[in-house]
């Protein structure tokens, strides 16, 4: 009876497993199958490496160039903000906080995962723009700078949980190592604790820009959106996410317009799938050691 | 009558509430290898984090009393505490290299304080890891990481590390308890001929350890320094009856 109710549990969850990954691959299977026709009329060469962007011209041009600056501008511009206070408060909590404040500070800023990312961008739309543009005198507070900003605290938290996670998993005997050798407790964490917690820290950026590459609300809400090539941070830009959402909906199924954006959509997910395998590398060097 | 090199006069220390020490006065002279025996708890390993502040490690510790090394009061307010630590090295029971390279362990405490030349730090290395007896086994890979070596071989590079600094005094706390008989026997040859150099504090819970290195041994017991004299003497006619008992076995 025990080993029978076992067996089916055993198979109900291997049922499950293998549903979840036919799911997956039959959504990467359709991207390919729906993005890769473009490349029949339009050159794979042309679509990664020149600017212009005209999918409903009489004659469109595929150029994605400019939404991938796109991307990697706000994504870059992201994780400027975000690594130092993210790495900042890490160390703060893991090693300079009481007992109590780590207790306390830790959930906050895992709470702010939690927020959904529309409302970042209702507040950077409400708030920041406008102050942005006072600030610097601009036309518009809609820009790189501004979302870099907001998307920047949005994953905070990501790299702020994961690498304190591995701050605070580096063996005390290694803290102890280092201050009996003569090292202050700053030396201790710099020299000792940081190297020592080098890979998780990696992790958790590689982690953040994976985030931020695909994070499609925010951007849409606050870079601005024009398919121009971005000339300094207070340009505005159109990154891959939302040029597919803003997009989707004018295109004719089975068009190359629609093929283009399912092309885009096969290039944000290259994009996030490298990362993901080398952090996953990252962390399975880790686990070796 | 030297004056020793070391020395703890009326020493409490509480951990909280916890009196942990009781009035330890101990000289440890230089040169020579002090064992300090007893059983768990006993407050030896306390003792021994004492003389490089270890102990301000711990939340809540109070200190009474007096500890010397070399004339100066070490938990004077104005001393430097990491020039205490870089004076006096310590040796951990459990080999705890860093993951970094065989060269970047021994170097880490000359990089730290700084003011070294490249070269000089690598001539320090070397002469780091030949003290330690562990050069001829890595010279061909101190690029390599240290924690590829066995248990032995990274206790040694514990050692290296500690004596890169040119430490005065070198604190043993349970340094074999973790290894095997080989590696143990190796330590212990090492410990004999490093005292010629800097003086040797040893925690052992292996009283066979102590009667086979140490100079003088001190017995602890409930935090207490039951007992200090010269290991030969001490094994053969122990003064108190406790210490009798634990070197014969009777508890521990």
């Known amino acids: 009876m025990n080993s029978f109710k076992e067996r089916l549990f055993k198979a109900a969850a291997y049922t499950a497993s293998l549903f979840t990954i036919a799911v997956l691959l039959s959504i990467i299977a359709g991207l390919f199958g729906e993005g890769l026709p473009l490349f029949k009329s339009f050159s794979p060469g042309k679509f990664l490496f020149t600017n212009d962007w005209y999918p409903t011209h009489a004659e469109p041009s595929f150029g994605a160039l400019t939404l991938i600056i796109g991307s990697l501008a706000v994504t870059l511009g992201a994780l400027v903000i975000a690594i130092p206070l993210g790495l900042g408060s890490a160390i703060f909590i893991s090693e300079l906080a009481g007992s109590r404040m780590k207790e306390a500070a830790k959930p906050v800023i895992e709470l702010l995962a939690g927020i959904p990312s529309v409302v970042y961008g209702l507040f950077g739309m409400a708030f920041l723009a406008p102050l942005i543009r006072q600030w610097f005198k601009l036309d518009t507070g809609l820009n790189i700078f501004t979302t870099s900003i907001i998307l920047g605290v949005m994953i905070v938290p990501i790299i702020c949980s994961m690498s304190e996670d591995a701050l605070s998993s580096v063996p005390k005997s290694i803290r102890e190592a280092s201050l009996a050798l003569g090292a202050t407790r700053v030396e201790s964490i710099f020299r000792a604790v940081i190297p020592a917690a080098k890979s998780g820290i990696i992790g958790s950026i590689l982690l953040g820009f994976g985030r931020a590459v695909g994070e499609t609300m925010v951007v849409l809400m606050l870079a601005g959106g024009a398919a121009k090539m971005p000339t300094s941070i207070f340009s ?39 990362t993901n395998l080398v952090t996953e590398l990252v962390f399975l060097r880790r686990g070796n050691q | 009558m030297v004056t020793p090199q070391i020395q703890t006069s009326q020493l409490n220390l ?82 705890n290299p860093f993951p970094k390279s065989i060269f970047n362990n021994v170097a880490f405490g000359l990089q730290i304080k700084g003011g070294l030349t490249k070269p000089k730090i690598q001539e320090r290395v070397e002469e780091s890891l030949k003290a330690a007896w562990l050069w001829d086994e890595v010279k061909d890979r101190l690029k390599s ?51 010629k150099s800097v003086t040797i504090l040893i925690v052992t819970h292996n009283v066979a350890q102590a009667g086979r290195i140490s100079d003088h041994t001190a017995f602890m017991y409930l935090g207490e320094l039951v007992e200090f004299d010269r290991t030969d003497k001490m094994f053969t006619v122990p003064a108190d009856k406790r210490t009798e008992a634990y070197l014969t076995g009777v508890f521990g």
């Open chain 1, 236 to 274: 505005s830009a159109r990154p891959l996410t939302s040029t597919i959402a803003a997009e989707m909906g004018e295109t004719v199924m089975g068009d190359l317009h629609y093929q283009s954006l399912f092309a885009l959509a096969i290039l944000l997910f290259l994009l996030t799938f490298v």
């Open chain 2, 14 to 95: 509480w951990f909280g509430k916890n009196h942990v020490l009781h009035d330890v006065s101990i000289p440890i002279h230089a040169h020579q290898v002090t064992a300090m025996i007893g059983p768990s708890g006993c407050g030896k390993s306390t003792l021994l984090r004492c003389f490089n502040r270890m102990n301000d490690l711990i939340p809540d510790t109070r200190i009474e009393g007096q500890v010397t090394l070399g004339g100066m009061d070490i938990y004077a307010p104005k001393t430097d505490v990491t020039s205490i630590r870089a004076r006096v090295g310590m040796v951990f029971q459990k080999p």
């Open chain 2, 145 to 195: 990481s240290a924690m590829a070596l066995s248990g032995g071989q990274q206790q040694r590079l514990c050692i290296a590390r500690a004596l890169a600094n040119r430490p005065d005094v070198l604190l043993l706390d349970e340094p074999t308890s973790a290894l095997d008989p080989q590696s143990t026997a190796k330590i212990e040859e090492l410990c004999l001929e490093l005292k």
